[in-house]
């Protein structure tokens, strides 16, 4: 599995993990990933005005380290498992304009699992 990132305007947003190129941007450019960059905050600013191109790439090594530090520590909480099929980890600080209207797709402390049925090592 290769790491890859989700960029907007420049910034590494998210990394996450993807059977491929093609398997990562189907899943970066998906309703539930978009729908809550829309709605996630980093530093008082919305992650994505909804027009912005999101541009996917392979992981550059400081933002893999990040995924996989990321995911060791979810592994320890107990929020994965060994085999489970995908993790995303932001690589900026989140926050949401909502907090009362959280989405079970996503946490405010950061990393989050996306829903299964958009993972992206499903998608090939």
Do not use: C
């Not at 790439?57 to 979810?74: I, M, V």
Request: no cysteine; charged share 30%.
């Amino acid at each position: 599995m290769t790491i890859y990132t989700a960029e907007i305007n420049g910034r590494g947003i998210a990394a996450f993990d993807a059977a491929d190129l093609v398997a990562a941007e189907d899943w970066a450019h998906g309703t539930v990933f978009l729908e809550d960059l829309f709605r996630l905050e980093t530093d008082g600013a919305a992650f994505w005005d909804g027009v912005a191109e999101i541009y996917v790439r392979p992981a550059l090594p400081e933002e893999e380290a990040k995924w996989q530090a990321s995911w060791d520590r979810a592994l320890l909480r107990g929020d994965v498992e060994e085999g489970d099929d995908s993790w995303v980890a932001f690589l900026v600080p989140v926050g949401s304009p909502h907090r009362r209207a959280r989405s079970l797709r996503w946490h405010l402390a950061g990393p989050f699992r996306p829903e299964r049925s958009r993972s992206p090592s499903r998608v090939a």
